[in-house]
């Protein structure tokens, strides 16, 4: 976007230096910055913020903790949130110390941590790279660069500080022990979420986060520049795909802040709770689906190119799940947020029953699908899709292994994706969207598939490429996504860290171990490429950047779980059995008609 696009949105409410010092005069050092309507125009300016910490005050851990809405609540006048409300015992255990104990027991941790390992070169060199992709906006961290590649002379938006690719190194850094930046690109991010958004005069629902933004320098006049924050909603990206998981991977971000740092004032502001609010309003707002997954257009998550994923695609899916059970958790409940707590536990619950029974997959279901019949016109339709037999691709019929299934790419009337997608898969792991033995069989499949998704450098994106035709349809003969490569199938280090962390949540640490210690045969030599190619990643992908921060982070991620299984533990989510009880559907008090969730339920649970 150029800068005079950057001015023209500027003059279209002009912001003068009047309106600024009063915007920058209402909070103080211990107050918070206000919460901005959609209408404020947020632009943050180097002499009007001359200190991070003045913007930003540091938060304390909070002694006492509210309420929270980790509870299930079915029935508006029982509150039970107390009775229920969940913490693991090490939070716990952290906010009731106070700040010097707290201070004393980071440092101690890093030093315990420092003593029990070496650090590699590969680790130390993956420091230094990522410490250098840092951005600064007014002098403080903010986010990372999403590529830093000294050959590459046409970046296009690798520039940026792309919100999904922050994320491995928020937790990075955050396993280390700095907070300041997580902090930072929180707030920032949130600002960034009221801005005016217009794609061709049209605006996108209110509580889009963006996929990624820049710092830009902007002359005021011939002596003064400013520093502003320009964030790219889709209006800029290539193919204009929405950012649909920026705001689930915010949300995930932000529990993961206070979970590892014991600072829970961060998510406590009335700022942030009403940012939590818009996403999920956003993601909540009626429409005409017939289902509790949510439905997107191609190419709106980490694939954020045409390949065939609109509809229901597992990945928002899997995200979604995550960002409503970290809303559920971080809401404070109060008369302005209870139809909204109780919305979130209505979907998680359907949500969960629509992809444990209908997006699993393993060798028993397949050979059930390859009997179906079909054309069933009733509420008990044993094949309700109306699945036709013959998609089931020739690959899977021998692929499928006895042990082990997983979760479908995709589910809408009259079509599966059987493509197998890593992260939907391991996100349905870590944030305990598939049921405890579904789990354990995604990991049993990978390590029965290991050639076929980790090969040579972990990670596939998804299995197996499209090819021919279906390359040509599906993809719109895009030629960065041919066979075997980019995100048809090319391998994607980055995923290392979502992998490791669904390892350790069922107790298979060494399946992680494995693949890290693959990478790291292979990644500084290899100079952090983006993703490899070929059906087993032997080769540096074809149009593979080299030096990604995601491919160094997610690295140095996967270490730091691997050395923390108590932090490693903070960052997943146990079989909540409350939801599995959540029927809003109605029909269960009706004689006439039978609750399909109801009569499935026993089978559910021990699948
Ligand atoms: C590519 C990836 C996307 C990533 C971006 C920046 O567009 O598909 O997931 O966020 O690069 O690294």
């Not at 947020?42 to 540091?58: A, D, E, G, K």
Request: aromatic share 12%; hydrophobic share 40%; charged share 25%.
């Amino acid at each position: 976007m150029s800068a005079i696009y950057l001015l023209r949105r500027f003059s279209s409410k002009p912001f003068s230096r009047f309106h600024r010092n009063i915007f920058f005069s209402t909070f103080s050092k211990e107050s918070s910055p206000p919460d901005l309507s959609r209408t404020t125009r947020t632009i943050f300016t180097q002499r009007s913020v001359s200190s991070s910490i003045w913007f930003f005050p540091q938060s304390k851990i909070s002694p006492n903790r509210r309420e929270f809405s980790t509870s299930v609540e079915t029935n508006p006048t029982v509150k039970s949130f107390e009775k229920i409300h969940v913490q693991s015992g090490v939070i716990v255990e952290r906010i009731h110390k106070n700040e010097e104990e707290e201070e004393e027991t980071v440092s101690r941790v890093n030093v315990e941590r420092k003593a029990l390992r070496e650090e590699s070169e590969a680790e130390k060199e993956a420091w230094r790279i990522l410490e250098n992709a840092i951005v600064r906006y007014c002098g403080s961290p903010v986010g990372t660069v999403a590529a830093n590649d000294p050959g590459d002379k046409t970046p296009l938006n690798y520039d940026q500080v792309f919100i999904r690719d922050f994320v491995p190194s928020a937790l990075a850094f955050l396993l280390k022990g700095e907070g300041e930046i997580v902090r930072n690109f929180l707030l920032h991010t949130l600002q960034l979420q009221s801005w005016e958004k217009t794609v061709d005069c049209y605006s996108p629902g209110q509580g889009l986060m963006p996929a990624s933004f820049k710092v830009r320098t902007v002359a005021l006049d011939e002596n003064t520049t400013e520093e502003v924050l320009d964030p790219d909603f889709g209006e800029s990206a290539i193919g204009r795909v929405a950012p649909v998981d920026s705001g689930l991977w915010w949300i995930i971000l932000l529990r993961a802040y206070g979970k590892i740092t014991g600072d829970f004032s961060l998510q406590e502001r009335i700022d942030v709770q009403t940012g939590i609010k818009l996403i999920m309003n956003l993601c909540l707002a009626d429409g005409f689906d017939m289902f509790p997954t949510l439905l997107v257009t191609d190419g709106s998550c980490m694939i954020d190119r045409r390949m065939g994923i609109h509809g229901h695609p597992l990945e928002i899916q899997s995200l979604f799940y995550s960002a409503l059970r970290c809303s559920r958790e971080m809401l404070s409940v109060n008369d302005s947020s209870k139809n909204l707590v109780r919305a979130i536990n209505n979907r998680l619950s359907a949500l969960s029953f629509h992809i444990r029974e209908y997006y699993w997959v393993d060798i028993k279901k397949i050979n059930e699908i390859y009997r179906y019949k079909t054309e069933e016109y009733s509420t008990d339709a044993t094949n309700k899709f109306n699945i036709y037999p013959e998609q089931i691709p020739p690959w899977l019929m021998d692929w499928i292994p006895e042990q082990g299934g997983y979760l479908l790419g995709n589910l809408q009337p009259a079509h599966m994706d059987f493509r197998f997608f890593s992260l939907g898969n391991f996100w349905s792991i870590v944030s305990s969207l598939g049921t405890p033995k579904q789990n354990e069989a995604i990991l049993n499949l990978m390590e029965a598939k290991w050639d076929d998704i980790i090969g040579n450098m972990p990670l596939k994106i998804c299995y197996p490429a499209l090819e021919y035709d279906d390359w040509r349809i599906i993809t719109g003969s895009d030629p960065k996504n041919t066979p075997w490569s980019y995100h048809n199938s090319g391998s994607w280090p980055t995923l290392l860290w979502q992998f490791t962390l669904a390892c350790m949540k069922m107790g298979r640490p060494e399946l992680a171990e494995k693949a890290l210690a693959l990478a790291e045969k292979r990644l500084m030599a290899d100079r952090w490429p983006e993703y490899y190619d070929t059906r087993s990643g032997k080769f540096i992908g074809k149009q593979s950047r080299l030096y990604q921060t995601w491919t160094v982070a997610g690295f140095l991620t996967s270490k730091l779980l691997l050395a923390n299984p108590e932090m490693a533990s903070l960052l997943f989510w146990e079989e909540d059995y409350e939801l599995l009880d959540i029927c809003a559907c109605g029909l269960r008090k009706s004689d006439r008609k039978k609750c399909s969730r109801v009569a499935a339920k026993t089978q559910i649970l021990v699948r």
